[in-house]
């Protein structure tokens, strides 16, 4: 007799033994829920980025619960145990099958004994609640709360304490943690009517006339009547600032997973040729059907940006590798893999392919630097290093409209979650001086 969830726990689990083990988790639940139904698979990917995105939080309170250290336990139980009080603290899922199905599937894995402290910590859990004091006190410790409850790492609080007051920190750390919707951006005339249907249901986004929330439905769902790609607001507001006068050659540099250059290549028009390129040909391999669906006549080639493999282009746009700090509730598991060493060596990459990429740029052209991150070095920062070393550039400015609040003083686009209420983003549009020739 099948359990009730059972597949969906036991394949969230999988997910999370793959992102221990390095694997992002987007990948990971693409591998590990592949075959499950409709169903079983949302909630399968409910329990592992849900747990994924909360393990701070979770590791706060299980600390109280087990009589060892968390470091010392087997790694595969400690799984099951975030899985578990997941379910207890942040579903509705009924408390005896939370605790039932998540035992069973830790005993069929790691035997009895494991399945017995799993059983003795999360009927605990259940019946007392959450102990006071379990977490630090919100308004005499705010860091402490922020990185204890609000499951984000110390030194990116810290960060953004020093940044931003402590009310805008607090709604970022809420958006982080809430699970995200999905997002559309329209292609061409395209009216959200016809992906409307049986089971299917669309709204509009304020702000973003293009942009549609999926309310109901799944995205494969709606897509097979919609022409369309999965992008959001502030994903889509970075192909608006680009601006819809592109001249080609283009390039877009870092292209997977693909959206932008859907979305630019339309707005390109007859702009040729038209390169996506991306150093990951994994990537490239699964943004292509999309691709060439959305946006045909797109070149697909895989090339690292550091060195371009084209000798010239009118417009580039570099959507480029970041720390993500901008969607930490989109990708969970960013949010424990970037650290303070990893963020230096992302803007010394970044340096690089900026470099690289401006060569590429005549008189007269476009060069777009944008990423998915909130942190200064990436960002303003990235782009007055690169102007220093690059006296030819200057920015721009926008060259669409885009949004409301959107831009800086500077002319850059800047999106930040607890203003927007949307993904984070960043871009800047710089020209290099003179004319075309």
């Known amino acids: 007799m099948k359990r009730d969830g059972g597949p969906a726990r036991e394949a969230a689990r999988r997910v999370l033994a793959d992102v221990r083990a390095g694997a992002y988790a987007d990948r990971a639940a693409e591998r590990r829920l592949e075959g499950l139904d409709g169903r079983d698979r949302a909630l399968a990917l409910e329990l592992a980025y849900g747990t994924i995105r909360l393990r701070g939080r979770l590791d706060v309170e299980l600390a109280r619960r087990v009589d060892r250290p968390l470091a010392k336990l087997d790694p595969r139980l400690l799984d099951w145990l975030r899985l578990g009080l997941y379910q207890l603290r942040e579903t509705r899922i009924p408390a005896h099958a939370a605790v039932h199905e998540t035992v069973a599937g830790a005993r069929a894995e790691l035997g009895r004994g494991a399945a017995g402290l799993l059983n003795a910590v999360l009927r605990n859990a259940e019946r007392e609640g959450i102990p006071e004091g379990t977490f630090p006190d919100r308004e005499r410790d ?72 999926i309310r109901e439905g799944t995205p494969d769902r709606v897509l097979r009547g919609l022409r369309a790609v999965v992008q959001d607001p502030a994903a889509s507001a970075v192909v608006d600032y680009v601006g819809p006068r592109i001249e080609g050659p283009v390039l877009d540099a870092c292209a997977a997973p693909g959206g932008k250059a859907a979305v630019l290549a339309e707005l390109a028009g007859g702009a040729r040729p038209f390169v996506a390129a991306d150093r990951s040909v ?75 990429c401006a060569e590429l740029v005549p008189p007269g052209g476009v060069l777009v630097y944008a990423t998915c991150s909130l942190e200064h070095e990436e960002n303003e920062g990235q782009i007055d290093a690169f102007l220093e070393r690059w006296p030819p550039f200057e920015r721009a400015g926008p060259g669409g409209p885009v949004a409301p609040g959107l831009l800086t003083e500077r002319g850059d686009l800047e999106a930040l979650p607890f203003r927007t209420d949307t993904d984070g983003a960043f871009a800047s549009r710089l020209r290099r001086k003179g004319e075309a020739g």
Not at 288 to 299: E, K, M, Q, S, W
């Open 142 to 213: 705010p860091e402490g709360w922020l990185v204890a409850h609000g499951s984000h790492p110390a030194w990116l609080v810290r960060r953004w304490l020093a940044r931003w007051p402590l009310a805008d920190v607090e709604r970022l750390v809420e958006y982080d943690n809430r699970p995200p919707s999905v997002t559309l951006r329209l292609l061409g005339g395209t009216s959200e009517e016809a992906g409307e249907g049986s089971g299917v249901r669309l709204e509009t986004v304020p702000g973003h006339p293009r942009t549609r929330v």
């Open 282 to 356: 994994e990537r490239l391999r699964a943004a292509a059907g999309g691709l060439r669906r959305a946006a045909p006549g797109v070149g697909i080639v895989a090339m690292d940006a550091r060195r371009p493999a084209v000798r010239r282009a009118m417009t580039v746009l570099i959507d480029a590798p970041c720390s993500g700090t901008g969607v930490l509730g989109r990708r969970p598991d960013a949010r424990w893999r970037t650290g303070a060493r990893r963020l230096g060596s992302l803007v010394g990459l970044q340096a690089e392919i900026l470099d690289a």
